[in-house]
Nanobody, 122 residues
């Protein structure tokens, strides 16, 4: 019953920044962990990071640590992915997902957004 919509993707030069938003309807984010994933054609869906239900704790893949930051505004039912120092290898479709627990395994999330394309030029 939860609908997630990602926005904020686009084309950016290497070294630049983007902020992705994940807006939810149907259920508040206040008690739902949220993960971010990305996928490139020919590759498996890759865990990017996740945030707890309260936003008090986050976890990140090694490939994005120190560059990406996840935050949430539960009053707005919105989760953000701030991406700094972007690299061409960050190019992918980015998805947000909600589930009952914090996990890096995509299949354990029940609700997914449609994805937003991020392209980083060299």
């Amino acid at each position: 019953q939860v609908q997630l919509v990602e926005s904020g993707g686009g084309l950016v030069q290497a070294g630049g920044s983007l902020r992705l938003s994940c807006a939810a309807s149907g259920r508040t984010f206040s008690n739902v962990p949220v993960g971010w994933f990305r996928q490139t054609p020919g590759k498996e869906r890759e865990f990017v990071g996740a945030v707890t239900q309260s936003g008090s704790s986050t976890a990140y893949a090694d490939s994005v640590k120190g560059r990406f930051t996840i935050s949430r505004d539960n009053a707005k039912n919105t989760v953000y992915l701030q991406m700094n120092s972007l690299k061409p290898e960050d190019t992918a479709v980015y998805y947000c997902a909600a589930g009952p627990i914090v996990t890096m395994t995509s299949r354990q999330y029940a609700y997914w957004g449609q994805g937003t394309q991020v392209t980083v030029s060299s």
